[in-house]
């Protein structure tokens, strides 16, 4: 008898993550694709976190609560897992590909000796079995991966279904119990949150957005005086962040922030997954840059195959032209 | 204080990726491998943790196309041993990746125990596994990922270790060393060796060379298709000059009440 | 002039035996200590060590702290101190080549914009960090027949290097296509390396990198020696100094020639092929290559009179006197550093003085001159009054029919 298929309901810092009602939703799709009474369960690890779980839109939850993982913690994440995964065999575990979870995704299918299918950007059920499709090489290709084994550790990548609605009943949570060693050898201390003063580009209705197109950290004020001119802030990729030319509050993507503005623009932005995850929730997505197959250009509304450090001055002034 | 980091080659993305003939993997001819771009923000870290710290930092990667010259280069950024595993270029999964160097590494002379095995906490084609984190289970080792800062103890027992989380907050963590770290960054980049002193090492430097064992078991998945990417849907490409483009952008704007 | 691995003399150290068991370095050392170098150099007042000061230095014995300061990176290897001193101390072109490489040595942190330049050049055969698959993308387009001698290896006569920012950046290609059709037109037996072709290196090696600039020549070579041609031209002015003064040290023994004189010494030709009256007044830039370093103040001049319906006025600073763009020696790729020292870029410098004329056209003959110069007058605000164009372009332009827009 094949497993239940299990969502990790990742929350951080007391809130659900986006990306869990989405998981939540390809995880229905799938226990009802595979039939034969499988459900879908959500599993909630944390320290007082089951507060979460009434807004989880699934057939049950597994709660483990521990002190050790009020805060993501790793190894405790993956010990508490694991003993869950051994106990009750799923036959997938959907994980969340983000920061707070990412670790997992290497740990625990090393540790269980079990399938890991990662990047995956859709899952669905072929022939009674899990079939992923996931993207590879930034983007630049995809593979179809059969998975033949459970349980099977699924990373999902954020955009793979809609958000699931919390459902009109809660549903019931089963508190289980794990042994989690007291000498754990990775311990959360604190946050060490950023500078305040800086902008918040997650509150802002409009971003520019710069990448590596951008080329130089003279040309980001091109991006400024176009933000200025939209009432927006300029935002950016991880690259120009690393280059240390805008300020970590201004990063868009896995590791920085998620964006829902009314209007992203993403200049000189190549549209990596890592970078796209942030974004693509906005409502209006311009996209320029100078590769015509650059992967952006999917995700975008509009798009422009030339070349930003032009496009960015003859928009200013357009849109300046239009006040006046 | 003893660092190992480990670099893995992956295709350079800089240029066409072609499908091979089956249909379900790359073609590696067309390939052209460059170092893992974490695996490099790891070794800087390692060379940042030497300065400050003392100690040695060696490097080790599987045998692959090209490898050589990431290991010439990371002698002649300070580096004190490089090692490759001899594999015969036969191409691995990061699972198999993983596996593969856990039974290597204790059986290299005179390598372990080591402090901190530092390396990037994921790569571009980790489809079935991911090597840091892997590897340490495998180690039993403990494990933190998407690593931006590392402080040592005078004593070598544990270190302080910075993990990234959204919108620019880090986690403070308490690691117990001996330990494995997967870097997303290091905190300065990567620094520039000049061509001069990676041709000096090529000349006066070696390479070790470790047997690696056969391989222990295959990967878990089947890939039944790679292809380019489907498109759920494609941005309306806008013609015409950047003024031209413009023009109609600003139109767009304004008719949502943007601009 | 030759450079660090001439066949006749081992590079000088920069220690004072060094320096005087070299033929080279003794000259260096006749410095009377005028100044004139710091008064021409166009950062003269933010580099700590001018040439002056660097021989100074090293009579002092105090040579370590010119070598552990980054000062030198200002220095954008124009060619105006080496050409203005009074006693033709070959500055530019022995002595802060030497002083350079080992400052580079020495940096704790390359600025970034310059490290991934490098890294890219070594790696892609170009600063951009495009794959060397698309270095002949161009060819597509040129709208004349362009023969890649990777796919057709017959004896050419004229191999023409066409260099990086000619073959990847926009406005470069635009000068290809120019290129490409003036020598059509000519009946010039041309072909291209296409994406054999790697970077010439000049400034990766005025910038400290002799590596790297070793690296490239080894590369460069050895694709040479694979076809048979008469000699060499090229579009780009700093690999047609590589060309032709660092090169033959290495073994080319084939003639190069840049296009502008290239195209001058084939003026009777050309002139009867000019149909179309452009009506421009025209100033044209002196680069620190054709200019200063190799004397070609003419050839350009001669090529733009001779266009119709073409005014030459001149700037203020012309020929031996012209202000760099500030790309050589690394500057292509250092303009945030110089930015984080508090320092405009030359590019400004000149294009004020460049629109001060009334002029509608500056034109230039190198291709770092184009980007360079159209980036100031965006920033200025001077894009409606002036366009930047390589004389090649204009000579292009010149063959068009009448009624061509």
């Known amino acids: 008898m094949a497993g239940n298929i299990w969502v990790l309901a990742e929350h951080w810092r007391g809130r659900l993550s986006d990306l869990t009602p989405e998981l939540l939703t390809l995880g229905r799709e799938l226990a009802g694709g595979l039939g034969g009474g499988t459900k879908l369960e959500a599993v909630l690890l944390g320290h007082g976190a089951q507060g979460l779980a009434a807004a989880l839109a699934a057939d049950g939850v597994l709660s483990v609560d521990h002190a050790a993982l009020a805060e993501p913690n790793p190894e405790a994440s993956c010990i508490a897992l694991a003993a869950l995964i051994e106990q009750r065999k799923p036959q997938a575990i959907l994980v969340p590909l983000s920061n707070v979870a990412a670790d997992l995704i290497g740990l625990l299918p090393a540790r269980l000796k079990i399938a890991l299918v990662n990047f995956c950007r859709d899952v669905r059920v072929v022939d009674g079995r899990l079939e992923a499709r996931c993207v590879l090489y930034g983007g630049k290709l995809e593979a179809t991966v059969t998975v033949a084994s459970a349980p099977a550790v699924i990373g999902v990548l954020p955009g793979s279904r809609p958000a699931s609605a919390a459902p009109s009943a809660a549903p019931p949570v089963t508190e289980v119990p794990v042994e989690l060693p007291g000498d754990l050898r990775v311990r959360f201390e604190a946050y060490v949150d950023p500078e305040p003063g800086d902008v918040d580009v997650t509150k802002q209705d409009v971003l520019v957005s710069v990448g590596r197109g951008i080329q130089t950290q003279d040309n980001i004020s091109l991006a400024e005086e176009l933000a200025e001119a939209l009432g927006g802030a300029v935002s950016a990729s991880r690259p120009v962040i690393d280059q240390g030319w805008l300020p970590l509050t201004r990063q868009v993507g896995k590791s920085g922030a998620t964006v829902k503005p009314k209007l992203y623009l993403a200049a000189g932005i190549s549209g990596a997954p890592e970078h796209v995850e942030g974004m693509k929730g906005a409502a209006l997505i311009v996209a320029v840059n100078t590769d015509p197959q650059a992967p952006i250009f999917s995700v975008a509304h509009y798009g422009y195959a030339g070349d930003v450090l032009e496009f960015l001055p003859a928009l200013t002034a357009a849109v300046k032209a239009r006040k006046a | 204080m003893n660092i190992l980091v480990l670099m893995k080659m992956v295709p350079d993305i800089v240029e066409e990726l072609e499908i091979a003939p089956d249909g379900k993997s790359l073609d590696v001819e067309a390939v052209r491998p460059i170092v893992s771009e974490r695996d490099d923000h790891a070794l800087e870290q390692a060379l940042l943790l030497k300065d400050k710290y003392g100690g040695t930092v060696t490097v080790l990667a599987i045998e692959s196309r090209d490898v050589d010259e990431v290991l010439f280069t990371a002698l002649a950024k300070g580096v004190d041993r490089a090692i490759k595993v001899a594999t015969g270029e036969a191409i691995l999964t990061a699972a198999e990746a993983a596996a593969l160097l856990a039974r290597v590494l204790p059986a290299a002379p005179n390598l372990m125990p080591v402090q901190l095995i530092l390396t990037g906490c994921q790569a571009i084609d980790d489809l079935d596994g991911v090597v840091a984190p892997a590897l340490a289970e495998r180690l039993k080792l403990p494990y933190l990922g998407i690593v931006t800062g590392v402080e040592v103890e005078a004593d070598g027992s544990r270190a302080t270790v910075y993990k990234e989380y959204a919108g620019g907050t880090r986690g403070r963590y308490g690691v117990c060393l001996p330990a494995v770290l997967g870097v997303q960054a290091a905190p300065k980049p990567p620094r520039y060796v000049p061509v001069a002193k990676v041709r000096a090492a090529m000349k006066s430097r070696t390479l070790e060379t470790v047997e690696a064992p056969a391989k222990e078991e295959t990967s878990f998945l089947e890939i039944v298709a790679m292809t380019k990417p489907q498109e759920t849907g494609h941005a309306e490409m806008l013609e015409g000059s950047p003024e031209e483009v413009a023009s109609k952008v600003a139109e767009i704007l304004s008719s949502r009440g943007l601009a | ?382 894009e409606k009054k002036m366009v930047v164009r390589d004389v090649v372009e204009l000579l292009a332009e010149a063959m068009e029919s009448p009624g061509a827009p």
Not at chain 3, 10 to 28: F, N, W, Y
Not at chain 3, 121 to 136: C, D, F, I
Not at chain 3, 173 to 186: F, G, I, M, P, Y
Request: aromatic share 8%; glycine share 8%; hydrophobic share 40%.
């Open chain 3, 1 to 382: 002039m030759v450079g660090a691995a001439s066949l006749t003399e081992a590079p000088p150290e920069i220690t004072l035996d060094g320096l005087l068991a070299s033929s080279r370095g003794r000259d260096l050392l006749t410095c009377i200590q005028c100044g004139t170098c710091a008064g021409t150099c166009p950062y003269g007042d933010v580099l700590d060590f001018p040439p002056r000061r660097i021989i100074g230095m090293l009579r002092e014995g105090m040579i370590e702290e010119v070598l552990a300061s980054d000062s030198l990176l200002f220095c954008v290897t124009c060619y105006s101190c080496m050409a203005k001193c009074p006693r033709g101390l070959r500055l530019t072109e022995v002595l802060l080549p030497l002083v350079k490489e080992q400052i580079f040595a020495r940096l704790p942190d390359v600025p970034a914009e310059l490290q991934k330049a490098l890294t890219n050049t070594l790696r892609y055969g170009n600063p951009q960090g495009e794959s060397a698959k698309k270095r002949a993308a161009w060819v597509a387009s040129a709208g004349v027949p362009v023969r890649v001698l990777s796919a057709d290896p017959r004896p050419v006569d004229v191999l023409w290097f066409v260099e990086c920012y000619t073959a990847y950046h926009p406005r470069g290609q635009d000068n290809c296509r120019a290129t490409a059709k003036v020598l059509h037109a000519l009946g010039v037996d041309f072909a291209v390396l296409g994406s054999e072709e790697k970077c010439a290196g000049e400034c990766a090696r005025l910038a400290g990198e002799t590596g790297l600039f070793e690296t490239l020549t080894d590369a460069n070579l050895k694709v040479f020696g694979k076809y048979t041609f008469n000699r060499i031209v090229t579009s780009g002015a700093h690999a047609y100094d590589a060309l032709a003064h660092e090169y033959p040290a290495h073994g080319l023994a084939a003639p190069v020639e840049h296009t502008t004189p290239f195209f001058a010494r084939h003026l009777s030709a050309l002139k009867p092929l000019f149909k179309k009256k452009l009506g421009y007044t025209v100033t044209y830039h002196d680069s620190c290559v054709l200019g200063r370093h190799n004397g070609m103040y003419e050839e350009p001049r001669q090529l733009l009179r001779a266009l119709p319906g073409v005014k030459l006025v001149e700037m203020t600073h012309n020929r031996i006197n012209s202000i760099c763009c500030g790309g050589g020696g690394g500057g292509m790729w250092l303009d945030t550093f110089f930015k984080s020292k508090g320092q405009e870029r030359l590019a400004d410098r000149r294009v004020r003085e460049a629109v001060a004329t009334g002029a509608d056209v500056l034109a230039v003959s190198c291709p770092y001159e184009v980007s360079r110069f159209e980036d100031s007058l965006k920033v200025l605000g001077y």
